[in-house]
């Protein structure tokens, strides 16, 4: 499975088109090398041992702060639409033990913690620790700080400076983890997609040429 798991250069390279909105259009030259440095730093056991984390999750919860909490909420979104149950939380302070409470040992946790080490991350490591959840750690500083608290660490570069900064090196880990998510989950990820799809046809005017239609 690691191989087929495995972060490609095509993966990587097509975040700027699944970006969410607000970052889509910004992958100037340096964006293209955080994303080419991101793909260089992903060891492939690490991403391959993140995917089999992923796959049996009863849910994942993704957390983020500031603008990585963007891409914690992106990155549950891609794996709700593939057929896996995931949620995001941003909470901070007294907010973010509402968040905690759920969470079991047949959860997985992603946190999404460039540089930063907020005590909310700690917390979230802490909680998990306690109820068995493994943590998949996305980040380019904290990994020798938090690296053997957590299940897997997958890096995403920073840029020195530029306004998806925080943002890019993750989105790129994002997306090859969604990509290959639903390789291996193939037909459910397919059945996802159309119920999906069908659902969004109630949202499309009646003279559309999707109206009405359920594949």
Do not use: C, W
């Not at 798991?5 to 390279?13: E, F, I, V």
């Not at 260089?40 to 500031?66: C, K, N, Q």
């Not at 040992?105 to 802490?126: G, N, Q, S, W």
């Amino acid at each position: 499975m690691a191989s087929s798991a495995g972060p490609s250069t095509s993966k990587l390279s097509s975040t700027a088109q699944r970006a969410p909105p607000g970052h889509r259009g910004r992958s100037t030259a340096p964006g293209r090398g955080r994303i080419h440095e991101t793909r260089r730093s992903l060891r492939a056991d690490a991403f391959a041992a993140a995917v089999e984390r992923l796959l049996p999750a009863e849910e994942v919860m993704t957390f983020g702060a500031g603008p990585s909490g963007i891409v914690a909420e992106y990155l549950a979104l891609r794996l709700n639409r593939l057929g896996l149950k995931a949620r995001h939380t941003a909470d901070m302070g007294f907010r973010l033990p509402d968040a905690l409470v759920p969470l079991s040992a047949d959860d997985v946790v992603v946190i999404f913690a460039p540089a930063r080490l907020f005590k909310e991350i700690e917390v979230i490591i802490d909680h998990a620790e306690e109820v068995g959840a493994p943590v998949v750690l996305i980040t380019d500083a904290l990994g020798p700080a938090l690296g053997d608290r957590v299940a897997v660490t997958l890096l995403a570069t920073l840029s020195a400076s530029g306004a998806t900064r925080e943002t890019l090196g993750s989105l790129a880990v994002v997306d090859a983890l969604a990509l290959a998510v639903a390789s291996q989950l193939g037909e459910r990820a397919l059945e996802t997609s159309e119920l999906l799809a069908r659902l969004r046809g109630h949202f499309l005017p009646p003279n559309s040429p999707h109206y009405g239609r359920d594949e």
